[in-house]
């Protein structure tokens, strides 16, 4: 799979750079002299022009709103240089290699959480922290627990490094049109059998399956239900929890799903194409940004709630990603980028414009302003950001490694072995662990 190749590429690049990491010298030297203490001591900057590396859409056109509140705040003449690079493996083949030359970099990069333990297992010296800079101190209580926990996991030091952009976690997309049409109130859904129940009426009454789930081999609803159930893939420890009961309990849940025939396959790329002609879509908040665009004709159709528990005693919303700012030491103006990214992830206004453009803040205050009330006419008038905040305020802790991203194709290999090849779920799951566990060097919890 491209996704596959594109991840092994990386990897393989951090593997090859590591021995030049190590042998290039004193890469705190060689980035500046000055701390992330010292530069919070400076003046604010007067007149710069900002690179940063962040993709195009809403997260730049923040940014540059953002930037003109700063100014027209602090009289200052800042300009953005953005480049258009996507957060994920993209972003970590675009930098890897000018860390490891140490060459001069953006001011600042946008970049996953899931993805940040690969740059910062071997180049945490080359970035400003933001605990340092006095971010975590004056505003990390601004900030879903969740989130601060997951950056203050990313670096080896485990030091916060990462400016807190946006976070996110999987909900219930579910058209209700079709739904009433089934006799079906989903509010009153609370569990999986109960929604199972409902899937079962649903395809009965009006031929459309639950939900969809990848030819490949399931992968993300696997974590969704084993996170529900407060369980991460990795402990804090870095030692993978695949064969912990609460993901034998998640196949159990897909295994009714699928033998029900509920399930709508397709490839991976196609999961919101063919979802949308399903009962429910299980996705971040992000899917708020696109739905109401690429599918205007169920305006008023679809809403959103958290996914139902697994374990109605003991229930998490199952995180489904988010991305922060980190500040490379050599660049041309890493104190302007330092402090204009603090003004934009604090500042009420920059936060309302984010949410404008269907930003979801991980600064939770953002969620008490009038902009969070909006209702959103696509959802039925539902204040959906409103509702996301809910759901996220009710997050799984849980934690980035540098090999995080790669275990989902061992997911994914599973599920395939369980479906396709009538392997059992413990055989197909230990036989995934141990070879996880053989690449990376990590210890299995039994």
Do not use: H
Not at 109 to 114: C, G, P, R, T, V
Not at 324 to 329: D, E, F, G, L, R
């Amino acid at each position: 799979m491209k996704y596959k190749k594109l991840l092994s590429g990386a990897l393989g690049l951090l593997a090859v750079v590591s021995l030049a990491a190590c042998g290039g010298g004193d890469s705190k030297a060689e980035a500046g002299a000055d701390s992330a203490k010292d530069l919070a001591k400076e003046e604010r900057v007067k007149k710069a022009s900002i690179e940063v590396y962040v993709p195009k859409g809403k997260n730049t056109d923040y940014l540059q709103k953002s930037i003109e509140l700063y100014n027209q705040k602090y009289d200052t003449e800042l300009e953005l240089n953005p480049v258009d690079v996507a957060p994920a493996i993209p972003m970590v083949q675009k930098v890897t290699p000018k860390l490891v030359a140490n060459e001069k970099m953006p001011d600042l990069i946008f970049l996953q959480d899931s993805n940040a333990g690969s740059v910062f297992d071997k180049f945490e010296d080359l970035f400003y922290s933001s605990e340092d800079f006095g971010f975590v101190k004056e505003y990390g209580k601004d900030f879903y627990d969740a989130k601060m926990n997951m950056l203050g996991n990313i670096a080896p030091s485990k030091k916060v490094f990462g400016f807190p952009n946006d976070w996110g976690n999987a909900c219930m997309f579910y058209n209700e049109t079709a739904f009433k049409e089934a006799g079906i109130d989903v509010t009153t859904i609370k569990n999986w059998d109960e929604l199972i129940d409902a899937g079962k009426k649903l395809k009965e009454k009006t031929g459309k399956k639950l939900l969809f789930m990848r030819d490949t081999g399931e992968l993300d609803l696997v974590k969704y239900l084993t996170e529900q159930q407060g369980v991460s893939l990795f402990d804090k420890n870095g030692k993978l929890n695949l064969l912990d009961d609460a993901v034998k309990k998640s196949y159990e849940i897909i295994q009714k799903l699928q033998d029900e025939d509920l399930v709508a396959y397709g490839n991976s790329k196609d999961y919101t194409v063919i979802g949308q002609e399903c009962g429910v879509i299980f996705a971040g908040g992000w899917l708020a940004s696109y739905q109401a665009t690429d599918y205007p004709d169920d305006a008023g159709n679809w809403r959103i709630s958290a996914i139902p528990a697994v374990d109605e005693s003991k229930n998490f919303s199952p995180m489904s990603g988010g991305s922060s700012y980190y500040v490379p030491k050599k660049s041309d103006n890493a104190l302007a980028a330092l402090q204009f990214i603090t003004f934009a992830l604090t500042d009420k206004d920059a936060l309302d414009a984010y949410m404008e453009l269907s930003g979801l803040p991980a600064n939770v205050t953002a969620y008490q302003s009038e902009v969070a009330q909006k209702e959103f006419p696509y959802y039925g008038n539902q204040k959906i950001l409103l509702a996301l905040d809910e759901i996220s305020q009710n997050s799984i802790k849980g934690y980035a490694f540098p090999y995080s991203a790669d275990l989902d194709n061992y997911i994914e290999a599973a599920s395939y072995d369980i479906k396709n090849n009538g392997m059992s779920v413990d055989k197909a799951l230990k036989k995934q662990a141990e070879d996880f566990a053989s690449k990376y060097n990590v210890e299995i919890n039994e």
